[in-house]
């Protein structure tokens, strides 16, 4: 239960965050190189983004990674 609510509490931020920049998951996807799929799948929670993923989608939202993570609540 812990687990899964983390991964939510983490895609829920990340979309947050791309939507406050009018960014459309297409666009993220084109400027990551990650599937649109995938990226919809880490923001509902379902899917572990890795180390790299999580500093791929910084780096597009212009946000430091440890500004994400400081938003879930462990």
Request: proline share 1%.
């Amino acid at each position: 239960m812990f687990y899964w609510r983390t991964k939510k509490q983490l895609g829920d931020i990340l979309k947050r965050k791309r939507i406050e920049l009018g960014f459309s998951q297409e666009c993220v996807s084109l400027e990551t190189s990650i599937d649109r799929m995938w990226l919809s799948s880490l923001e509902n929670g379902k899917a572990n983004p890795t180390l790299f993923t999580l500093l791929k989608l910084c780096g597009v939202f212009h946000i430091k990674l440890w500004e994400v993570l400081r938003e879930v609540n462990v």
